[in-house]
Structure formats: structure tokens, C-alpha cells
């Protein structure tokens, strides 16, 4: 008797085990609170800034979730959700200069970036760049040389304060050859030349320097995958000719 109960002891807990890490790391996630949760959730975190308003919530997919939002001394910031061992998680909040948010670290297509630029800035127009410097060595008596690389999608109007810009694919493309070429670590960490960049323009496409923009203290939960977007001002970029 003993014998069997151990038996279905030893079952039973099994058995639970097999729940408890399937409600933990494999269950759907639930849906997302409505915004007052979300809004005492961000100010639980971080207390330096506080929210006031959620502007729109964009779902990248099931598990990962853009949420733009304003303060109370009217400043515009972004906030990055992820559903986590069975919970919606802010892993990350600051100022409303673009990001790159690698959904997938180890996928190039899953990047996006997003941003939340203050009116008060008058941008109407942005334009994101993926740039490669142009590479110059000599090693072993050979001279090796890599052509620069600036590719450019321009949003040639902005219908709202906050956006989301999905990876094209002839930039996910090129970091995926990156990526194949690299036996280890990260490609930004393997290339230091490698970088996002972004530039406004106002209404006459003069390109502006953002200075009511980025203005919210910054949290990160310690989750990776986020990555700074460099200002770009005319003296950075290149025209296309000139990278050959």
C-alpha cells in the first residue's frame, strides 16, 4: 500500500510539474489590461515620470506590444510590453526618440522601431537610415575594402505623434548576410560602423534637431534587445554615389 501511494504521489507531482511549466512559459497570453492597469503598472516602475494617457497600443505580435503614451507635465514617451511567465511585463519605457526594438534578437525581419515625437517639435516628415561606414585595411599584403552602405524609407507624413516602422526587407536582408558572417556574438558588436539613424523635417523639409523630444526619464526592466537610433544631421549622410 505504502508502495502505491508513493506511486501516485510521484504521479500527481509530475503531473503538476508538467502544468505549472506549461502555465508559466507555454500558455497563450491573456489579454492585455485595459489602460488605468497599464498607466499604474508604468508609474509603479517608474515613478520619476508620471503617465497620464495611453495614445494607442500597437500589438507587434501575440507576446509583444507598443504602447505610446503622454505625462502629466506633457511629455511624450513610448513604453515596450512583453508577456512573460504568464504576466504583461513593461520592460522598457523612456522618451519618444526612435528605438529599435529587436523582437528577435536573432532575427533581422522581427526589428522594428518605434517613436513618439512631441508636436511642439514641428516634425512632419522622418527619414530612418541602416548605415555600414566604408571599410579600409590591409592585412597579410592585402588591401580589403568594404563600400559604404546608407539605405533610407522616408515617412512622408505622420498622422499621429507616435509610429511604428517594421524592418524593410532589403535591410533585414543585408543584416541577415551580416549575421551569416559573423561566428559569434551579435552583428552591431561585430560591426561598431553598423547603426540606425533617423532625421525630422519640417513642413518645407528643413531637417530639425528634436528639442521637446526624449525629455521622460528612461526605465529598462533589464530585458536586451533595445537599441538607440542615432540623430542624423546633413553633414552625416552621403549621397548615394558617393558610397561606392
Do not use: C
Not at 497563450?28 to 489602460?35: D, I, V
Not at 536582408?173 to 552583428?187: M, P
Not at 523635417?201 to 528612461?218: L, Y
Amino acid at each position: 500500500m505504502t508502495k502505491r501511494i508513493k506511486i501516485v504521489f510521484l504521479s500527481v507531482m509530475v503531473i503538476t510539474a508538467i502544468f505549472l511549466v506549461y502555465w508559466y512559459y507555454l500558455a497563450a497570453p491573456m489579454r492585455l489590461q485595459e489602460n488605468e492597469v497599464l498607466i499604474k503598472r508604468m508609474n509603479e516602475k517608474n515613478n520619476a515620470t508620471e503617465v497620464t494617457s495611453i495614445q494607442d497600443r500597437h500589438f507587434i505580435d501575440k507576446e509583444h506590444v507598443f504602447v505610446p503614451f503622454k505625462t502629466a507635465s506633457n511629455e511624450f514617451g513610448v513604453s515596450h510590453w512583453l508577456w512573460d511567465k504568464h504576466e504583461w511585463k513593461v520592460i522598457n519605457m523612456d522618451g519618444g526618440k526612435p528605438f529599435v526594438w529587436k523582437v528577435d534578437p536573432s532575427d533581422p525581419s522581427s526589428y522594428v522601431i518605434t517613436w513618439n515625437i512631441h508636436p511642439a517639435d514641428q516634425i512632419t516628415s522622418l527619414s530612418f537610415y541602416l548605415m555600414n561606414e566604408r571599410y579600409y585595411r590591409v592585412s597579410e599584403g592585402q588591401h580589403l575594402f568594404t563600400p559604404g552602405v546608407q539605405m533610407e524609407k522616408r515617412f512622408s507624413s505622420l498622422p499621429n505623434t507616435f509610429g511604428i516602422m517594421e524592418m524593410p526587407n532589403d535591410w533585414a536582408f543585408y543584416l541577415e548576410k551580416l549575421k551569416v558572417s559573423v561566428s559569434r556574438g551579435n552583428i552591431f558588436d561585430s560591426n561598431p560602423d553598423l547603426h540606425f539613424g533617423w532625421s525630422g523635417f519640417s513642413q518645407n523639409g528643413k531637417r530639425i534637431f528634436p528639442e521637446h523630444t526624449g525629455d521622460v526619464n528612461g526605465y529598462n526592466a533589464g530585458y536586451g534587445g533595445f537599441q538607440f537610433v542615432l540623430l542624423k544631421g546633413d553633414e552625416d549622410l552621403e549621397n548615394v554615389n558617393d558610397l561606392e
